[in-house]
Structures are given as structure tokens and as C-alpha cells.
């Protein structure tokens, strides 16, 4: 538990009140229910503006590729547009240091899972290739200090591109596609700086970029460090195996789910809160994906989802995932069609794994620490 209250750390420098309402919370978590826990919202903080650059960070790619009718390529832009999601409370010079790093990353693992997905097992170079992007990318996030932190989205690009059939003509596209999404997000982030600097009389800081450094041995050195990042990859492949065998009960093909899952209980928000948030999107998701968007259709609701996902994230993440999750479907159903009904019993079921083994991690974990501290 030690761990994750590290990573918790990490954002309170982000966002100063955070810390604060964290205690509150915690404070008051033993007397209240958790349904009342999971509708208690952190500080706005300028969210709004955030989630504004998210929304025409993920927009204008999709409906380019619409207009351009190439509704197969979404995902590969929608990942890239997750460069937007980082750095929300740095100065426009780390913040764009900092999404470079980041876009570039998830660029690299939208590329390497599309590449990965032309194996004739799929789901092995998902399971093995997910759990080293999970604890690798933790490093990353440890090392330059990422928010938010954590290998949730690198390891939700991967696992998601590489599920999925590609044709091999794809792998250029999918890093030119995601590259331009990753650039064009850097860009939409940066549009305040000029504002800023004409406020400021020019100086928002002499450097334009300011990238974040990375030291692999100092981040090794840490101990919390790589116990962080062999509770992610350990979880990712003991999700993943589970969710295959599990799925392969009734015929499914989402395990990764299940490792998008445990990562994320390990992250942030308590299993219950993942769980509550995955079932209630799962039951938005029901009543979006039966009307079948499409086009420009489809682009205004991931669009929208985009956005609400990013007010809530870094504020009450269970929240966040009630509109994280029909986007997930959504971008999926775009790309590769798939019948709505298993699909939904799919991302619940496969959920539910990545919430028990992100439980019984974590009991273990906190197991291990008593027994050390006597």
C-alpha cells in the first residue's frame, strides 16, 4: 500500500489542494459508505480547460480520418491523443517536454502493437508484451515523474492495438497517424502560451521545451521504485492469464481488459471504485453502442466521452471510468465491429478479474509490509 500512496503522492505536488482533500477523504472513509466514497469529487482546479484541450486533441484527428474514410485508423489517433491527458498543472515548457516524452512513447507502443498483432497468436504477444510495457513504462513515469503517473494508458494503447487484427500495411500508418495525433495534441496544448507570455511581457521561461530527465540507474536505486514496477508487471501478466483463461470459457478475445484493469486498480482508485465505475459504463456503453454511431456521429461522442473522462481523473477516478469505458468500446467498435451484447458481458467479466488480482496484490502487499515492520 506504501507504494501507491507514493504514486498519490505525485499528483498532491501537482495539484496543492489534492493532498489536502486526500486526508479528508481518507479521514472519513471508514464512517461513510462507499457509494458515498465514490461520489466524492476532488477539487476542480481548472479542470475544465483541461478536458477542453482533450476533446479538440481527440476531435479534429477522428474527423479527419472520417472525412477521409479511413474509420479503421481512429484508434491509432485516439491513442496519440492521449498525449493531452499529461502534465495538465505544469508551466507550458515542461508541459511540453513532458507530453513530448509521453506522445512519443505511446506512439512507439501503437506502432509495436500493431506490428505485434500480424503473429499468429496475438494473445500471447498481448499478455507477454503488456506486462513489460507495464513495468517499464512505471520506471518511465517514476523516473520523469509523469502525471498523471503510473503505466495505465501506455499499457491500455498497447494491449488494445495489438488485440486486434492489422493488416501489415498498417504499421507505417499507425505510427504516422499516431505520431501527427501525439504533435497535434502537443500543439493544442501549448495554445495558452500566448496568452500567458503577453500577460507575462514574453517570459513564460527562457526555454520553449524543457524535457524531463531520465536516469535508469538513479530510478533503480530506489527500492519503491522496482517493487512499483513488479507489482504493475506482475499484476499485468497474472491478469492476463487469468482473463485468457476465463474468456476462453465462452469464447473471448479481451484479456487485455483484465490487464488494463488490475493496472488501473493498482494505480489509483480502490477496487471498488474501478469496479462500480467499469459496471456503471458498461451499462452507458448499453445504451450508446446498440445505436450503432457512426462517422461524424461517432466523433461527437468520443469526443464528448474524451472530455468527461478528463474532468473527473485526476479527481475521482471511478468516476472518470464511467465514461473511460464506453470510449474504450467505442473505439474498438470503430476499428473492428464485433456483436454488442458479448462484447459488453466481455469488458464486465474480464474487468472483474483485473479487480480481484489487483485486490489480492495489494492484500498481499500490505501483508508483506506488517510482517517487515515487526
Same mark, same amino acid.
Given at each position: 500500500?506504501?507504494?501507491?500512496?507514493?504514486?498519490?503522492?505525485?499528483?498532491?505536488?501537482?495539484?496543492?489542494?489534492?493532498?489536502?482533500?486526500?486526508?479528508?477523504?481518507?479521514?472519513?472513509?471508514?464512517?461513510?459508505?462507499?457509494?458515498?466514497?465514490?461520489?466524492?469529487?476532488?477539487?476542480?482546479a481548472g479542470a475544465h480547460r483541461v478536458a477542453v484541450r482533450a476533446a479538440v486533441s481527440v476531435f479534429v484527428p477522428l474527423l479527419v480520418?472520417?472525412?477521409?474514410?479511413?474509420?479503421?485508423?481512429?484508434?491509432?489517433?485516439?491513442?496519440?491523443?492521449?498525449?493531452?491527458?499529461?502534465?495538465?498543472?505544469?508551466?507550458?515548457?515542461?508541459?511540453?517536454?513532458?507530453?513530448?516524452?509521453?506522445?512519443?512513447?505511446?506512439?512507439?507502443?501503437?506502432?509495436?502493437?500493431?506490428?505485434?498483432?500480424?503473429?499468429?497468436?496475438?494473445?500471447?504477444?498481448?499478455?507477454?508484451?503488456?506486462?513489460?510495457?507495464?513495468?517499464?513504462?512505471?520506471?518511465?513515469?517514476?523516473?520523469?515523474?509523469?502525471?498523471?503517473?503510473?503505466?495505465?494508458?501506455?499499457?491500455?494503447?498497447?494491449? $488494445?492495438?495489438?488485440? #486486434? *487484427?492489422?493488416? %501489415? &500495411?498498417? @504499421?507505417?500508418?499507425?505510427?504516422?497517424?499516431?505520431? !501527427?495525433? =501525439? /504533435?497535434?495534441?502537443?500543439?493544442?496544448?501549448?495554445?495558452?502560451?500566448?496568452?500567458?507570455?503577453?500577460?507575462?511581457?514574453?517570459?513564460?521561461?527562457?526555454?520553449?521545451?524543457?524535457?524531463?530527465?531520465?536516469?535508469?540507474?538513479?530510478?533503480?536505486?530506489?527500492?519503491?521504485?522496482?517493487?512499483?514496477?513488479?507489482?504493475?508487471?506482475?499484476?499485468?501478466?497474472?491478469?492476463?492469464?487469468?482473463?485468457?483463461?476465463?474468456?476462453?470459457?465462452?469464447?473471448?478475445?479481451?484479456?487485455?481488459?483484465?490487464?488494463?484493469?488490475?493496472?488501473?486498480?493498482?494505480?489509483?482508485?480502490?477496487?471498488?471504485?474501478?469496479?462500480?465505475?467499469?459496471?456503471?459504463?458498461?451499462?452507458? $456503453?448499453?445504451?450508446? #453502442? *446498440?445505436?450503432? %454511431? &457512426?462517422? @461524424?456521429?461517432?466523433?461527437?461522442?468520443?469526443?464528448? !466521452?474524451? =472530455? /468527461?473522462?478528463?474532468?473527473?481523473?485526476?479527481?475521482?477516478?471511478?468516476?472518470?471510468?464511467?465514461?473511460?469505458?464506453?470510449?474504450?468500446?467505442?473505439?474498438?467498435?470503430?476499428?473492428?465491429?464485433?456483436?454488442?451484447?458479448?462484447?459488453?458481458?466481455?469488458?464486465?467479466?474480464?474487468?472483474?478479474?483485473?479487480?480481484?488480482?489487483?485486490?489480492?496484490?495489494?492484500?498481499?502487499?500490505?501483508?508483506?509490509?506488517?510482517?517487515?515492520?515487526?
Amino acid at each position: 500500500m506504501s507504494n501507491i500512496t507514493g504514486r498519490e503522492g505525485a499528483r498532491d505536488e501537482v495539484c496543492g489542494s489534492c493532498a489536502a482533500y486526500r486526508r479528508a477523504v481518507a479521514s472519513q472513509r471508514s464512517n461513510s459508505g462507499y457509494l458515498t466514497d465514490f461520489f466524492t469529487v476532488g477539487p476542480h482546479a481548472g479542470a475544465h480547460r483541461v478536458a477542453v484541450r482533450a476533446a479538440v486533441s481527440v476531435f479534429v484527428p477522428l474527423l479527419v480520418l472520417v472525412v477521409l474514410d479511413r474509420p479503421q485508423w481512429t484508434m491509432f489517433a485516439a491513442f496519440g491523443a492521449f498525449t493531452s491527458l499529461y502534465a495538465r498543472g505544469q508551466q507550458h515548457a515542461r508541459r511540453a517536454g513532458e507530453q513530448i516524452v509521453v506522445g512519443s512513447v505511446l506512439t512507439v507502443l501503437v506502432t509495436a502493437g500493431t506490428a505485434l498483432s500480424l503473429m499468429p497468436q496475438r494473445e500471447v504477444a498481448v499478455i507477454l508484451g503488456g506486462t513489460l510495457v507495464a513495468g517499464a513504462t512505471s520506471l518511465l513515469s517514476d523516473g520523469m515523474r509523469w502525471h498523471p503517473p503510473g503505466p495505465l494508458f501506455p499499457v491500455f494503447a498497447f494491449t $488494445a492495438v495489438t488485440s #486486434l *487484427p492489422h493488416d %501489415p &500495411r498498417n @504499421v507505417p500508418v499507425a505510427f504516422a497517424v499516431a505520431a !501527427l495525433a =501525439a /504533435a497535434f495534441s502537443v500543439v493544442v496544448s501549448q495554445v495558452g502560451r500566448v496568452r500567458v507570455e503577453s500577460s507575462r511581457g514574453g517570459a513564460d521561461g527562457a526555454k520553449k521545451v524543457v524535457l524531463p530527465h531520465f536516469d535508469l540507474a538513479q530510478v533503480l536505486s530506489v527500492e519503491a521504485n522496482r517493487r512499483r514496477a513488479m507489482l504493475f508487471a506482475g499484476g499485468a501478466l497474472v491478469a492476463g492469464l487469468i482473463g485468457a483463461v476465463v474468456g476462453s470459457l465462452y469464447g473471448s478475445t479481451h484479456a487485455y481488459w483484465a490487464m488494463v484493469a488490475v493496472v488501473a486498480g493498482l494505480t489509483g482508485a480502490t477496487r471498488r471504485a474501478r469496479l462500480i465505475g467499469t459496471l456503471a459504463g458498461v451499462g452507458l $456503453a448499453a445504451l450508446i #453502442l *446498440p445505436l450503432y %454511431p &457512426r462517422g @461524424v456521429v461517432a466523433v461527437l461522442v468520443l469526443t464528448v !466521452l474524451q =472530455a /468527461a473522462a478528463e474532468l473527473f481523473v485526476g479527481r475521482n477516478y471511478g468516476i472518470a471510468l464511467i465514461f473511460v469505458t464506453p470510449l474504450a468500446l467505442l473505439m474498438g467498435q470503430l476499428g473492428h465491429e464485433v456483436a454488442v451484447g458479448p462484447l459488453l458481458f466481455d469488458r464486465a467479466a474480464e474487468t472483474a478479474v483485473g479487480c480481484v488480482v489487483a485486490m489480492l496484490l495489494l492484500y498481499a502487499t500490505r501483508v508483506r509490509a506488517r510482517q517487515s515492520g515487526r
